[in-house]
């Protein structure tokens, strides 16, 4: 017995549709039908979003077969993570354009516990589920976001130097041969890269300090066009409002002319903490960005244009200035957050920090991906299956942005009238005990 839709409608022909499109995205026809049933297997309602649960929820009576359906599409079936998303920004982004334009590139990695060793890509590492180093694997992930609604629409796993570096734990877990290491932000900025070579409307790409302190970073975002707003950290140094570096040193008798600037124990950098903590109490204005649901937010902030420090002294120019924005908490000790941005020089101090706040409209995506849709609920262990089962998660996903921007603001997995015959009375998961719980 299939799974069903419990009425035909309008609903039922939109997810049919969006399903023709990702089979052709995925391309071949045998693919269609695991294809439909993995997406639908993520919306409906249902604790775990693995092979097996998934399989018995959507058919009962043939829990083996549907699970080995599910599982070759999944972990086997070598169809390509960059032509589905691309047919998800194709259906998803004209429905978040009705609400408004793309005004933001962000980028975050987001981290999965994970017990063991073998899995691809699973070390000892920092994961932000848990907020401490622990035994996790990490993604990095670029999404786009227009004022009320943000889409992933790149994911790659992080593969940490000593995976990269191990020739047998790739083979096992199928590392393709091109995938070397690579830092996050370097990820991250082959995404971009990537995204930039599209007709993709253009935002101001946003970024925590784990990229945004990165020099490198911000000037190829800067190289290729991209204005940004990312986080830093205090230890950054920057020149001080209205200094720079000093010119390079007189020509000499002899040899070429000096071309890189200078400093001396009298005149360098400072930190932008120090800085912060330097301004007067009267730099800082209390400004509300945004009407949360309970309460408004807000918070004390400054900005200042500043110069960043980084290595300038073998350069023969000065960085060009930008934006320091500081967030200060009424009653503590030292700032809470500071940014950098290219933003232009008449941005207002609101419109800056409502562009720096926006960056936290993901955390409602990666809250929906990890508890609802299941995005880190595969269990295999190999490279492919990992960015497959996200690709699809993400795909479920863009069918929920599209509808709420299109039809129904309250639409959510679980919640959208798909029905299934459910597991048999007696259908327990491998490896789970033997009392009897629900799938």
Sequence with gaps: MGSRLSAPGPQERRFAAYIEGLAIAAEHEDRRAPLKNYCKGLLLPGERKSVEPMAARLDGENVQQMRQSLHHLVAKAPWSDDALLGYVRSYVLPAMRKRGPVVAWIVDDTGFPKKGKHSVGVTRQYCGQVGKQDNCRVAVSLSVATWSSSLPIAYRLYLPKEWAEDAERRKKTEVPEEVAFQTKPDIALEQIRAAAATNLDRGVVLADAAYGINTAFRDELTALGLQYVVGVQSSMTVWEPGEQPLPAKPLGKKGRPPRLLQRNAGHQPVSVKQLALDLPSTAFRKITWREGT?????????????????????????????????EWLRGEAEPSKYWISTLSPNTRLKALIKMAKHRWIIERDYEELKQELGLGHFEGRNWRGFHHHATLCIAAYGFLVAERNRFSPSARAGHLGFVAPGPAPDFRPRGSPRTSRAA
Excluded: G, N, T
Excluded at 298 to 310: E, G
């Design 294 to 326: 309970d309460r408004k937010l807000q918070s004390r902030f400054a900005a200042v244009r500043v110069r960043p420090a980084h290595r300038d002294y073998w350069k023969a120019e000065p960085h060009a200035e930008e934006w320091l924005l500081i």
